[in-house]
């Protein structure tokens, strides 16, 4: 979804001679330069998932161009993303007053139904998005996945079957296909479907998940059990793998190892009973910045790196100037390998709070591990500068010294 606007303007740029221009597509000629620059900027900022940042340059784009479609749009999508839905709804309905065929808005805002569990609203609105704007194949996987939800299997396929005749490529249709005919028992069309969509993403961790899933089903445990171990070791907080290998290895007669996937499986369970629980307070109280601490807390004890990122990157919505949050954010960038992410995060907050030693032990660590072993040592030199008997940094820069 990000991004989506720029997108639209440079085919506007490309085609826009063919056919009659849409309110946005005028909007966006007649905008002024600045506007235009701070549009781009907010955009930028969204994609890099500083959210506070493109609310206020949102906020400056308004100065200029109040009834600015896109800038409503953009709104929209932030506001999802900090799981404020119905902010994020109001944003998509004024969308569409201002532009009634604006191409994403009702599918999004579907979306954001379907997360609330308003499924009839949610395929209403995919329906209406269809017949305003044209279908696509993202539309007609979520109509599907709608349908499913609500227990219409028919509709489901023939949602999913039309995602595949318009792009035979799209990954995800066949895996969601697969799902529902398993669901419905048709396990050899399932398996040929989640097959299909395997090969298009061969290293996709959730595909090898169903297909290995599936094949255990149709009691083939040697040929599930690659599958679900690749699965189980890359995501040891899944709880549906660890159990699921068990079961394979008791299958293939491999007790022992059995056992140690099954107490694998029932710590999964405890954390993502508790990640289900820290979700669940967000869903009532967005707003609050105790309840996305504690999911991201959870998110990175589960080894969830991503999703603990975009958790801590809303809790700094909240409170965008605490330190100590920007600091954990870093270490969690760190750990994921997002090192210069690490590292300008960390210098950032320097920037602001000299004092804080332990963020200059951060920053020579990202440094170390991005290979920069001088710039660690600058860093770390620079904090013995400031507290001369910091054990830590003389360890560290001993360490140095030995390689």
């Known amino acids: 979804m990000r991004s989506v606007i720029w997108a639209s303007i440079v085919l506007l740029l490309i085609f826009g001679c063919g056919k009659q221009q849409s309110v946005s597509e005028i909007q966006r000629e007649a905008l002024p330069p600045e506007a235009a620059r701070l549009l781009i900027e907010a955009n930028r ?12 340059l949102t906020d400056s784009v308004e100065n200029y ?7 409503h749009y953009l709104r929209g999508a932030i506001y999802t993303q900090l799981n404020q839905l119905e902010i994020a709804q109001a944003a998509y309905e004024r969308v569409l007053e201002i532009d009634g065929t604006y191409p994403g808005a009702r599918f999004h805002m579907g979306l954001n139904h379907f997360r609330r569990g308003n499924l009839r609203y949610a395929i209403n609105l995919y329906h209406a998005e269809a017949t305003e704007v044209g279908p696509t194949t993202a539309l007609y996987h979520e109509l599907g996945r709608a349908y499913q939800k609500l227990g219409v299997p028919d509709s489901a396929e023939t949602a999913y079957q039309s995602a595949i005749r318009m792009d035979s490529t799209f990954a995800m249709a066949y895996m969601w296909l697969g799902q529902l005919l398993e669901e419905s028992g048709d396990l050899e069309r ?3 479907s989640s097959l299909e969509g395997l090969a298009l993403r061969p290293d996709d961790l959730d595909y090898q998940y169903l297909v290995g899933t599936q094949y255990f089903r149709m009691g083939d445990a040697a040929s599930a059990l690659p599958y679900l171990e690749q699965v189980a070791n890359a995501r040891t907080w899944h709880h549906g793998a660890q159990f699921n290998l068990g079961q394979v290895y008791m299958r293939l007669e491999r007790e022992e ?3 140690t996937f099954f107490a694998r499986a029932d710590s999964a369970q405890q954390l993502q009973q508790s990640i289900n629980e820290a979700q669940d307070a967000i869903n009532h109280d967005p707003e609050s910045l105790d309840n996305w601490i504690n999911l991201g807390r959870l998110l990175r004890a589960s080894g969830q790196y991503d999703r603990a990122i975009e958790a801590y990157k809303v809790a700094l919505v909240i409170m965008p100037w605490n330190l100590e949050l920007q600091n954990n954010l870093g270490i969690l960038e760190m750990e994921n390998g997002n090192l210069e992410n690490a590292a300008g995060r960390f210098r950032a907050i320097l920037r602001e709070a000299p004092s804080m030693h332990a963020v200059r032990l951060n920053l020579g660590i990202a440094y170390i591990r991005s290979g920069d072993t001088l710039g660690a040592r600058t860093v770390w030199e620079g904090l013995l500068e400031r507290s001369p008997s910091h054990p830590t940094a003389k360890d560290f820069l001993a360490q140095l010294e030995r390689e």
């Open 257 to 259: 190892e059995a056992q």
């Open 190 to 192: 399932a398996l040929a």
């Open 45 to 56: 900022a969204f994609d890099r998932g500083v959210y506070e940042a493109a609310l206020a």
């Open 65 to 71: 161009a109040p009834a600015l479609a896109d800038l």
